[in-house]
């Protein structure tokens, strides 16, 4: 016998949760489906572990610089990692609690363990039991991407999942993978002590990035001493002597890396092989991506596609936005849209970049006039005060319109004060509007109107 739902969602990643909760506050019935842990990636083996771990590392890298602050530091930093791990364990561990308990305390909502797979356009089958719905939402993420590397099979290897397990230094950690995974991972084990190598197959790091912001996190890394090797074309896994050897070039041998432990952060992959899709009829493109309408519908009526299994995001606040736009055009009669949303991210290394709209490559292919200016932090007050020098913040503007196009704030508080920018953009108000404002001092976003000051001609 199927059982019958109003709603059925599968997984409990970033836009499941809320999705629920809304549904069954406007009356439905709602069965969701989550196969391993509660609260997906960004909980247990993304952002929030991760952000907890660089914290944890951005603590010792302060204390090692306790002399230019002025205290002294009797003895080595030395970082325990089992005590580094548990404190991460505890505030992951709290989120994935606090996403089951919200759902099972929730009102006509079932909560099912199990793996969830389709048997038709309208109902899933999981642990035998069939579940039918009129509506179905897809919620199921995404994993690391374990590439075809010569020698993979011969070797162990971590990815962003099991580094979730390491509770020691390694000695030696080669990251395979220049971006933004990869690089919060070096940053962080080199602050904890480990000797730290990036291997990158293209000729720079973070490639989807401006020139000169990639150069500048390169240089940040490299003066803590991690080791960037870029262009590396074939990369090859091999074991050697107790150590992986990482080979960088296309020919045998060396030049090669030796390392203790090799960390895989080469993209990410949907999770949408296993769930069936070809029994509902739904369409995946050429990489497994749920294809989604604009209202992030599939092709088949009554399934939606939600957060990084629709290749629309890749990111929480994507999949939480996927949730708002599908629960306010269900629910509101709204005409919410993925096209509205404006491209917003920050790489959490230290200092951070935020980024908001348009790169450099982006407005110069869109071919329109624009402005540009860029600052350096050491002439930020609040950024010396700090002795937190490093970075630059670059904004561009439509020379017509002068609407802010896209910015980099590669600097302390540049995840914050990219804000700033970011809901002028959204409210299509011109780039005068943060000039003549009055911001606090001393803070780094009082700086934004000197910054918009210096524009000009975009090379
Ligand atoms: C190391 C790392 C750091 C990151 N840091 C950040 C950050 O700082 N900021 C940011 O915005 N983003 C960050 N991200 C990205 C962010 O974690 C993801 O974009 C976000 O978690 C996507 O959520 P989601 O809702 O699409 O799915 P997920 O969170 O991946 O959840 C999907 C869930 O579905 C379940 N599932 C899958 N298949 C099935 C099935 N067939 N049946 C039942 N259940 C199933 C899975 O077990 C999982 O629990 C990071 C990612 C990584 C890897």
Redesign the pocket.
């Known amino acids: 016998m199927a059982r019958h739902f109003d709603a059925i969602i ?7 949760p809320p999705l629920a909760e809304r549904f069954v506050t406007a009356g439905m019935t709602v069965a969701i ?15 929030i572990p ?2 907890t771990l660089v914290a944890s590392a951005y603590a010792a890298h302060i204390i090692r610089r306790g002399a230019e602050y002025g205290f002294n530091v009797n003895g080595e930093v030395r970082v325990d990692m089992k005590r580094v791990k548990a404190r991460k364990d505890e505030i992951s561990g709290r989120s994935n609690k606090g996403v089951e308990e919200k759902l099972r305390g929730l009102k006509n909502c079932t909560v099912i363990g ?4 389709f048997q038709s356009s309208r109902s899933v089958v ?1 642990n035998d039991d069939v579940l039918e719905a009129d509506k179905i939402f897809i ?4 994993r ?1 991407s374990i590439p075809p590397l010569k020698g993979i099979n011969d070797v162990s290897f971590l990815t ?1 999942s099991s580094m979730m397990d390491v509770d020691f230094l390694p000695e030696h950690l080669v990251i395979v993978g220049g971006s ?2 990869g690089l ?2 070096a940053q962080m084990y080199r602050r904890f002590g480990s000797e730290v190598t990036i291997v990158e197959m293209g000729p720079r790091l973070i490639g989807r990035e401006d020139e000169d912001v990639s150069e500048a996190v390169r240089e940040i890394l490299e003066t803590e001493g991690i080791r960037v090797l870029l262009n590396a074309k074939c990369i090859s896994l091999a074991k050697h002597d107790g150590q992986i050897a990482v080979g960088v070039e296309c020919d045998d041998g060396p030049p090669e890396v030796l390392g203790s432990h090799v960390l895989l952060a080469v993209g ?1 992959t949907p ?1 949408t092989q ?2 069936g899709l070809d029994s509902a009829g739904v369409m995946t493109d050429k990489r497994g991506y749920i294809v989604v309408d604009d209202q992030l519908q599939t092709n088949v009526p009554g399934i939606w596609a ?4 629709n290749g629309r ?7 939480y936005n996927d949730f708002e736009i599908v629960a306010d055009n269900l629910l509101n009669a709204d005409h919410r849209r993925v096209s509205d949303r404006i491209q917003t ?2 790489l ?1 290394t230290d200092p951070p970049l935020g980024r908001c709209g348009l790169t450099d490559a982006e407005i110069r292919k869109s071919g329109r006039a624009a402005l540009v200016a860029k600052y350096p932090m050491s002439r930020v007050s609040r950024a010396y005060e700090k002795s937190e020098t490093q970075g630059f913040m670059k904004i561009s503007v439509d020379a017509e319109t002068k609407q802010i196009l896209g910015a980099a704030i590669l600097g302390t508080g540049g995840d914050e004060v990219v804000h700033v920018l970011l809901d002028v953009m959204y409210a299509k108000a011109p780039y005068t509007v943060v000039q003549r404002a009055m911001h606090i001092h001393p803070t780094v976003a009082e700086y934004l109107p000197t910054v918009l000051s210096k524009l000009e001609p975009f090379a």
């Open positions: 599968i997984g409990t990643g970033q836009a499941g489906i989550e196969r391993h842990k509660f609260g997906g990636t960004c909980v247990n083996t993304g952002c991760t952000k199990g793996h969830a797979r999981v919620n199921v993420g995404g690391a962003n933004y995974v919060e991972f990410r999770n296993d769930l939600l957060g990084d299994c995001g890749a990111f929480t606040h994507t999949a991210y920050a959490f």
